[in-house]
């Protein structure tokens, strides 16, 4: 148990549209889903973190009207990369925590989205 | 402030050989849980352990061991008769209570691990 998906798996579009991302947990509910970032080489950076029914937690120097969260219920939160640049292509990664696993921490990671801006 | 770190960032071994991945983190927190996790080409990040800090047993699963030593603040990864499969890369993580009371992780930067056959 404990699956993530997300979709798509990749996209590319072009300068100045919004793209989706979703990410589902499949076989259990997440209280807390996670957003994350991966340049090519680099390590995971925490974008957001989501509670379902409430505002996203951003990170320091996340743009909140630019990366939008939505986690409208326990097993979907979506991520809008809003008038994507170039500089917005990347590796965006979800993980969510499971329901009942309060003190263990942890995260249960989806198979990510490359996205790629032209 | 919380820190991971992986001084390694590239190994290449051999296949067979015994590879041991480091991991050095920093944190106040008393309470706290550390992991691994290994990252295939294709990305998805694969769940291989996770320790709290309380428990400073060691463990093995199958080639896969972990020697985790509070004293020295490290949890490192030890892969014994490396296979080509193996080749990854691997993050060390540390989860740690923000001040906003939520917990998160911290990742090291990675190791690539390449397995040669």
């Known amino acids: 148990g404990a699956v993530v998906s997300q979709h798509p798996s990749w996209v590319i579009c072009k300068s100045g549209t919004s793209v989706k991302i979703e990410c589902r947990s499949l076989?259990?509910?997440?209280?807390?889903m996670f957003w994350y970032r991966q340049f090519p080489k680099q390590s995971l950076m925490l974008m957001a973190t989501?509670?379902?029914?409430?505002?996203?937690?951003?990170e320091q120097g996340v743009e909140k009207d630019k990366f939008l969260i939505n986690h409208a219920s326990l097993t979907l939160s979506t991520l809008t990369v809003t008038s994507a640049h170039p500089e917005d292509s990347s590796f965006y990664i979800c993980s969510a925590e499971r329901q009942g696993d309060l003190y263990t921490d942890t995260q249960y990671f989806g198979p990510g989205t490359r996205l790629t801006v032209l | 402030a919380q820190k991971v770190t992986q001084a390694q960032t590239e190994i290449s071994v051999v296949e067979k050989e015994d590879v041991t991945l480091d991991c050095v983190y920093e944190t106040r927190d008393t309470t706290y849980y550390l992991f691994w996790y290994k990252q295939p080409p294709s990305g998805e990040l694969v769940f291989l352990i996770r320790r709290n800090s309380f428990d400073e047993q060691n463990e093995i699963s199958g080639r896969y061991s972990w020697n985790f030593q509070k004293s020295t603040s490290s949890f490192n990864f030890t892969i014994t008769a490396s296979q080509v499969v193996d080749s990854a890369v691997y993050f060390c993580?540390?989860?740690?209570?923000?001040?906003?009371?939520?917990?998160?992780?911290?990742f090291g930067t990675g190791t690539r691990l390449k397995v040669l056959a």
């Open positions: 993580a540390l989860s740690g209570i923000t001040t906003s009371g939520t917990y998160k992780y911290i």
């Open positions: 989501s509670n379902e029914g409430s505002k996203a937690t951003y």
């Open positions: 076989d259990f509910q997440a209280t807390t």
